[in-house]
C-alpha cells in the first residue's frame, strides 16, 4: 500500500469569483489527513478546484471522492443500457458503442442548474474527470450563488427570505423529458422537491441563492405571473458574469464543485467529438435557511 502523501499543497485562485488550481498532489496515491484538511478547506473558501494532469482509474477516483462523505449512486436513467461496474460513477459522453449511447447528457448544451436539486436531499458536491475531450466546445461554466445572493438588492433580499421553491423533476439539464415523465405546461403542476430560495452553507454559515434550474421553477404560495417574474430577476442576476469562471478542458482534469453554493452549467459542441467523463458525487443534505445568519443589514 502506498504511504499518504504529506506535506503542502499550493491553491491558486483563479482570479475569477470563484474556483482554484490545486496543485502539488497526485490524487492516484493516498492522501494524509494533513493535505485532505487543506484540500477540503480551498473548496470551502474557493467552491470550485481543479486537480490537472491527474492519472486516475475509477478506484483512485472513487478513493478521493469518498474522503469527503458517501456518495451517491449514479442515477438510473445514467448509463443508458450500459452495464456499470461502478455503480456510483456516472458516465458522461457522447461516445456510441453499436449505436447505442454509453452515458448521458451527449453533445447538447446543458443549462444552468444544480445537481438533482429536484430532490430532498442533493448532492453537497460533484467530482467530475475527463478522459477524452473535444478539440473545442464542451467548456463548463460555474457561478458563485455567494456573490450573487450577497449582491442582490435590499428589497428583493427582503422579498425572498422565507420564499421556498418548488424544483422540477421532470426534464434533465438538457431540457430533455426524462423517462416516466409527462410534459408539464403549468409550473404549479410540476413534480420535485421544495427548497427554500435563499439557503445557509451548513459548513461557511453563510447565505447563497438556491435556484436549481429555470424551467418549470415555481415560487410557493404565489400568483404564477408573481412567481415568473421574480425568477427571472433572480435568475437574471445569478447568471450575470461577473459572477462565472469557466473550466476549458483537457485531458487528466479533475473538478470539484460545492453543489450547495455554485450553479454550473455546459458548452455544446460538435457531435462529431468526442467527450468522455466520469462523475461522481457525494451524498447531500436537505437544504436549509437558518435565520440566525441574518445580521442588520440583512
Not at 450500459?82 to 443549462?111: C, D, F, Q, R, W
Not at 445572493?149 to 423533476?169: E, M, N, W
Request: hydrophobic share 35%; proline share 6%; with cysteine.
Amino acid at each position: 500500500m502506498d504511504t499518504p502523501q504529506k506535506g503542502n499543497i499550493t491553491v491558486i485562485p483563479t482570479g475569477a469569483a470563484l474556483a482554484a488550481d490545486v496543485v502539488g498532489i497526485d490524487l492516484s496515491k493516498p492522501v494524509s489527513q494533513e493535505i485532505f484538511k487543506q484540500i477540503e478547506d480551498a473548496w470551502h473558501t474557493h467552491l470550485v478546484l481543479r486537480f490537472r494532469n491527474q492519472q486516475l482509474d475509477d478506484d483512485a477516483l472513487l478513493a478521493f471522492a469518498r474522503l469527503f462523505g458517501d456518495l451517491d449512486q449514479a442515477p438510473i436513467h445514467a448509463g443508458k443500457d450500459v452495464v456499470n461496474p461502478y455503480p456510483e460513477i456516472t458516465v458522461m459522453s457522447n461516445i456510441k458503442v453499436n449505436g447505442k449511447a454509453i452515458g448521458n447528457l451527449g453533445h447538447y448544451e446543458a443549462e444552468w442548474h444544480t445537481d438533482m436539486s429536484y430532490n430532498d436531499t442533493a448532492p453537497i458536491g460533484s467530482l467530475l474527470y475527463s478522459l477524452e475531450v473535444p478539440p473545442e466546445g464542451g467548456n463548463t461554466g460555474f457561478s458563485n450563488m455567494y456573490a450573487a445572493y450577497d449582491t442582490l438588492p435590499a428589497a428583493v433580499k427582503k422579498q425572498i427570505l422565507g420564499r421556498f421553491c418548488r424544483h422540477d423533476s421532470s426534464r434533465n439539464s438538457a431540457g430533455e423529458l426524462r423517462k416516466g415523465y409527462t410534459d408539464v405546461t403549468d409550473p404549479r403542476d410540476a413534480p420535485g422537491a421544495i427548497h427554500p430560495l435563499v439557503r445557509t452553507h451548513p459548513r461557511s454559515h453563510r447565505n447563497c441563492l438556491f435556484l436549481g434550474r429555470r424551467r418549470n421553477a415555481y415560487i410557493i404560495g404565489l400568483p404564477l405571473d408573481e412567481s415568473e417574474d421574480l425568477l427571472n430577476q433572480l435568475w437574471a442576476h445569478a447568471t450575470q458574469k461577473k459572477f462565472e469562471w469557466y473550466q476549458v478542458w483537457k485531458v487528466g482534469d479533475l473538478l470539484m464543485w460545492d453543489n450547495r453554493c455554485a450553479m454550473h452549467r455546459r458548452d455544446a459542441f460538435d457531435p462529431e467529438s468526442r467527450r468522455l467523463m466520469h462523475r461522481t458525487q457525494i451524498k447531500g443534505d436537505r437544504p436549509f435557511f437558518d435565520p440566525k445568519t441574518l445580521d442588520a443589514r440583512a
